[in-house]
């Protein structure tokens, strides 16, 4: 059974970082894109980054450019979103999914995890 698992949220001050992982099981990791989502109380789920199979593109919202960084390692079956100079707007559930890279976020979603939440907050 394929299976996502985000981890890592958690409450954070303004400014502040936090990592968050996206660890995968029951299927072959680097045959799939992986896209971070997020979801804040009383919006629309959107977009964050998506990273291809290999590794070797990325793709970010404008909202979280140059401050989150998305890797890969396809050996430990995780993808990671490095989450730097958060803000209070950043607050959010943020859940992970398989797909396949686009050049803006990932389509064709067909697994999703549970999401963990991310407070920024003073």
Not at 38 to 53: H, T
Not at 70 to 92: C, F, G, H
């Amino acid at each position: 059974q394929s299976q996502l698992v985000e981890s890592g949220g958690g409450l954070v001050q303004p400014g502040g970082s936090l990592r968050l992982s996206c660890s995968a099981s029951g299927f072959t990791l680097d045959w799939y894109a992986i896209g971070w989502f997020r979801q804040a109380p009383g919006k629309e789920r959107e977009v964050i980054s998506c990273i291809s199979s290999s590794g070797g593109h990325t793709n970010y919202a404008d909202s979280v450019k140059g401050r989150f960084t998305i890797s890969r390692d396809n050996a430990k079956n995780a993808v990671y979103l490095q989450m730097d100079s958060l803000k209070p707007e950043d607050t959010a559930v943020y859940y992970c999914a398989r797909g396949q890279f686009r050049p803006i976020g990932c389509g064709t979603l067909d697994a999703w995890g549970q999401g963990t939440p991310v407070t920024v907050s003073s």
